[in-house]
């Protein structure tokens, strides 16, 4: 009769005071955040930093529309999302905003037509 396997969850780094729940991936995108450009610094399944030319308010609401390009095929993402930081930084400020719970489902699903013909 084969060994019954045990898994052991290994904590593979200290995050001491990082907060964030989701892995953040760099990269520089263009987005519209309320009908003004910027480009992201960074971005998980629950917010995303990005650098933008004027201040946002803590706490507020603003539309994000994320440019990607998928399967040669460039798509906007549309988000809600709430800026949680805002600090000056080179080219304006540097801003950091939490998405709405719905906005961050949107992450989780590609978009409908963006596989080519092969499947793939």
């Known amino acids: 009769m084969p060994k019954k396997l045990h898994t052991i969850p290994v904590q593979l780094a200290a995050r001491g005071a990082e907060r964030r729940a989701a892995e953040r991936v760099q990269a520089e995108m263009?987005?519209?955040?309320?009908g003004r450009e910027g480009i992201t610094s960074d971005l998980s399944a629950n917010g995303?930093?990005?650098i933008?030319?004027?201040?946002?308010?803590?706490g507020a609401c603003v539309e994000v529309v994320i440019?990607?390009?998928?399967?040669?095929?460039?798509y906007p993402l549309h988000c809600q999302a709430e800026v949680v930081r805002v600090r000056?930084?080179?080219?304006?400020y540097a801003v950091g905003a939490r998405l709405t719970p719905q906005s961050q489902a949107l992450l989780e699903v590609p978009p409908e037509g963006a596989r080519d013909s092969s499947g793939l």
């Not at 263009?30 to 309320?34: G, V």
């Not at 933008?52 to 803590?58: F, G, N």
């Not at 440019?67 to 460039?74: A, K, M, N, V």
Request: aromatic share 10%; hydrophobic share 35%.
């Open 30 to 34: 263009p987005i519209s955040i309320a």
């Open 67 to 74: 440019e990607y390009l998928l399967d040669g095929h460039q």
């Open 48 to 50: 995303l930093s990005f």
């Open 52 to 58: 933008a030319e004027q201040p946002y308010e803590i």
């Open 88 to 92: 000056p930084a080179p080219g304006g």
